[in-house]
């Protein structure tokens, strides 16, 4: 065997040994991304934590927070938290949760049935009993039971079109919305095109 063959082959073991290590990592770090509801064991309320999804796959059991929705007043406390998630990781994924509540509703300003989501793209939101639009940035996890029980979903389009509508009142031409089921969806996509 010569030299060139020999590095060839040494080269394509490597590069064989990259993708297969690659893909091992995307695939067990994928388990723990995302946020997560659990009930801080301090205060006993729920809290929105993220794993640290590479570190958790590369060191396993050995899992850490990324980051909890009480941080940073508590961000020194002993993350027993994580105990739950050692159990049933996945099952309390807050994207999960919401996925399920749009799954089969209908948007509050153009009657469309939410398909089946994909959390990380073009997130609906929500409008309040009191007629706000927000999105669930805004959403304080502790009121999460009452806004699931209280709130109307907003499908993407319809939530981007109402800001952009009060953001740029001279940019929009097409005509106000109509809060029945006919009227917005076409006034919209009639003239998104433009
Ligand atoms: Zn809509």
Not at 17 to 25: D, H, I, K, N, P
């Amino acid at each position: 065997m010569n030299t060139a063959a020999g590095s060839l082959i040494a080269i394509a073991l490597i590069a064989a040994a990259l993708w297969v290590g690659t893909r091992w990592l995307v695939r067990s770090s994928s388990r723990y991304r995302g946020s997560r509801i659990v009930v801080c064991p301090e205060t006993k309320r729920p809290a929105i934590v993220a794993v640290d999804s590479l570190h958790a796959s590369l060191s396993l059991p050995d899992i850490r927070l990324e980051n909890c929705s009480r941080w940073p007043i508590k961000a020194q406390c002993g993350q027993e938290c994580l105990t739950d998630l050692d159990v049933a990781p996945g099952r309390c994924l807050v994207s999960g949760v919401l996925m399920r509540w749009y799954r089969g509703r209908n948007c509050a300003y153009c009657s469309k049935e939410f398909p089946d989501l994909h959390w990380l793209d073009h997130r609906p939101a929500l409008l309040s009993p009191a007629g706000k639009r927000m999105s669930w940035n805004e959403i304080n996890v502790d009121t999460l039971q009452t806004v699931l029980e209280t709130y109307s979903p907003v499908c993407w389009d319809c939530y981007i079109a109402q800001n952009f509508r009060l953001d740029h009142p001279d940019l929009v031409t097409y005509r106000p919305w109509l809060n029945d089921n006919s009227g917005g969806a076409d006034g919209w996509s009639a003239s998104r095109h433009h």
